[in-house]
């Protein structure tokens, strides 16, 4: 009997008969890729260079039934199973070496009711699809992320923040129902009324349960232009800036987010050349109201410190919500570290600007959003999303190019995050690297993990969907 030899769920090597692979690439409406076919090395791609895996094979599902095939494929077989939304976790999970990818990036379709304002988007689509076909409506999801590259799928299983999930709430605070396959192969409809737990666990457990091939969102009245903006504050008033930041942003209403990012400054061109390259606190902002009275709310941002340049005015959203995908384009090597912080205490500031004063490359980032709003007002155990009282969050996106200078950045990003600890409330799941089964418990309060290995017993009792912030059953 001919075989493929391909990696099995526990890494050890499996030999799978070739008839079922050929019967698997007979039954897929999209093409079942092996390493020497044409497409192969495009679709194995993803965001995060430091991963350069080689799936055995990859199946390009482009229907929901594509979906079953592939589970059912991996299940029968005991065949290591990745599924690729987006492709941007920085874990780098949507791929694997030698198992099959479920690779949904072909599924990115986008389908809005203007009237009931609900939006169904496919379980591979990007950001981008999703914020321009609902922008047509005037309409916009929630929660979707800041990065128009990063895949719905991975971000809104996780929680999902953005510009306006103060005013509106998380991605999964958002979330109405969704179509999942199951390990068993079987398409679940979850929705408060179908499959509760499973609902209940699909809004922050991420990956584990089962593929989402359709999510159906609420979605909310926005622009098609919002008040918005960058400030760029010089690093050595840092220190002042911040501390009257954390006190200022949380007595703003829900309509106003404003966040810091500590980096080298991107040459942009409202900035005097000699800025480009320097180390710079950015304070980016949004606004969902009236201009002046948005011009108001932000004059003392404007005055706290001064600012060495800035870009403020009527953007168009969908143009806002792909302003900043240059700095962070696929293919550089990252790793992200991250804390929620029970406060932005002096202390903590103190750790964030000696950190800061050594970032080990131009385009690492110390990203420190503002979280409180609506997400805070959900009750802790309404989803799985855990961690919703803290009002910010410290992402330290360590961000290179060549591999030569891995150990100067990891090495500068693990002393960060560790001197940051003594800050921390919990984590994002999101924004976890591979940091070990422990850390995954972290993203979650106690309650809600023990209920996560529940319905993962339920509906995944043989741990298929293991590449992800694994919830073992
Ligand atoms: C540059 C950048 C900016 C970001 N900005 C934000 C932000 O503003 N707000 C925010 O909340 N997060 C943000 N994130 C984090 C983001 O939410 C996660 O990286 C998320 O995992 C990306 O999802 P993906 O589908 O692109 O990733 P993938 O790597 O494809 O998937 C991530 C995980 O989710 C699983 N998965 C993906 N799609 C599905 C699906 N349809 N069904 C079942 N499982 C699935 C995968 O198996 C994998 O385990 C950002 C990330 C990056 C790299």
């Known amino acids: 009997m001919r075989t493929l030899t391909l990696t099995g769920l526990s890494g050890e090597s499996r030999l799978v008969p070739a008839a079922a692979v050929d019967a698997l690439a007979a039954n897929l409406s999209g ?6 076919m044409d497409g192969y090395e495009e679709a194995r791609q993803i965001w995060n260079g430091i991963f350069d895996r080689h799936p055995g094979l990859i199946a390009r599902c482009t229907t929901t039934e594509d979906v079953v095939h592939g589970v059912n494929f991996a299940r029968e077989h005991g065949v290591l199973l990745a599924v690729k939304g987006g492709g941007h976790n920085s874990a780098g999970n949507g791929s694997c070496d030698g198992g099959l990818m479920i690779d949904l990036s072909p599924m990115n379709r986008v389908q809005v009711d203007p009237q009931a304002r609900t939006a169904q988007v496919e379980g591979g689509a990007l950001l981008a699809h999703m914020d321009q076909e609902t922008q047509r409506h005037g309409l916009a999801v929630s929660g979707g992320g800041i990065i128009s590259h990063t895949g719905v799928g991975g971000l809104a299983l996780g929680g999902g923040f953005g510009w306006i999930s103060r005013k509106h709430g998380l991605a999964v605070d958002n ?58 504050k010089r690093f050595e008033d840092a220190g002042n800036y911040m501390r009257f930041h954390r006190d200022y942003v949380r007595t703003l209403p ?40 948005g011009a108001r709310l932000i004059e003392p941002m404007r005055q706290a410190t001064p600012s060495l340049g800035e870009a403020v005015g ?15 384009g696929h293919g550089a ?98 924004f976890l690297s591979d940091e070990g089964a422990n850390r995954v418990r972290d993203a979650y309060t106690p309650p809600v993990w023990e209920r996560l290995v529940q319905v993962k017993r339920r509906y995944d009792p043989q741990n298929l969907f293991r590449l992800n912030q694994n919830i073992a059953p």
């Open 31 to 36: 093409p079942l890729l092996r390493p020497d």
């Open 175 to 232: 979330l109405l129902a969704a179509q999942v396959v199951t390990a068993d192969g079987q398409v679940r409809h979850a929705s408060p009324d179908g499959h509760p737990d499973l609902f209940w666990a699909l809004r922050g457990g991420g990956g584990n349960f089962g593929v989402v091939t359709r999510f159906t969102f609420r979605c909310v009245p926005l622009g098609p232009e919002v008040y918005s903006g960058l400030m760029v």
């Open 254 to 293: 829900d309509e106003m987010t404003a966040w810091m990012v500590i980096r080298h400054a991107p040459p942009l061109p409202f900035l005097p050349p000699e800025v480009h390259g320097q180390r710079v606190l950015v304070v980016p902002f949004v606004w969902l109201g009236a201009e002046a009275e």
């Open 314 to 328: 009527m953007n168009r959203w969908v143009e806002w919500q792909s302003g900043f995908d240059g700095l962070v």
């Open 333 to 430: 090597r990252n790793y992200w570290k991250s804390h929620h912080l029970a406060e932005l205490s002096d202390p903590c500031i103190q750790e964030i600007l000696r950190y800061g004063a050594q970032l080990p490359s131009d385009e690492c980032e110390i990203f420190i959003p503002h979280m409180e709003g609506a997400p805070a007002r959900v009750p802790e155990e309404a989803t799985a999303y855990a961690h919703r009282r803290t009002p910010f969050v410290l992402n330290i996106h360590t961000r290179w190019q060549r591999p030569e200078e891995d150990e100067r950045c990891l090495a500068w990003v693990q002393a960060f995050h560790q001197a940051t600890r003594p800050f921390a409330r919990g984590v994002y799941v999101n």
